[in-house]
């Protein structure tokens, strides 16, 4: 079944089919498309696109794209746009870079941000890597914050 799954009310995480639905797009108002991934289409439509391109793979560095993506989603939202961020499956890469915009922008920690994410799409399971990139990631906020 293709669907975009509700993130926030501006971000929807899906796999490449649903995201590549123009009919879906139009009907949900989404203006951005995140597309994780190396080999997946993004959709036809006037869509604002933004690729990073990473394998599904522990060793992938996705942590260098977490700060530009999140701000790429709240600067949409800011706008009254909304964001859909997709890999192959939908249940990897593009749920780390929900979670790392929850966590940046939604100051929620990662716990509560993976639980977000799986409460909107519940076959989310980042691997491995990703996690601890998320992990990482949580630490570098809070240096950022000054929080300790």
Request: aromatic share 6%; proline share 4%; glycine share 4%.
């Amino acid at each position: 079944m293709l669907q975009l799954c509700k993130v926030t009310k501006a971000l929807f995480i899906s796999d490449a089919r649903s995201a590549c639905s123009e009919e879906l797009l139009q009907q949900e108002a989404v203006t951005l498309c995140i597309n994780v991934s190396k080999q997946q289409p993004f959709p036809s439509t006037g869509v604002t696109k933004l690729q990073v391109p990473v394998y599904d793979d522990p060793n992938e560095d996705l942590l260098s794209y977490f700060d530009r993506c999140a701000d790429a989603i709240q600067k949409e939202a800011d706008r009254g746009g909304r964001s859909v961020v997709y890999c192959k499956n939908g249940r990897s890469r593009s749920a780390t870079i929900c979670i790392a915009y929850l966590m940046k922008h939604r100051r929620l920690n990662l716990t509560q941000a993976l639980q977000k994410v799986k409460t909107a799409r519940h076959v989310i399971d980042p691997n491995p890597g990703f996690m601890s990139q998320l992990q990482r990631y949580e630490h570098d906020l809070r240096k950022r914050r000054g929080e300790s």
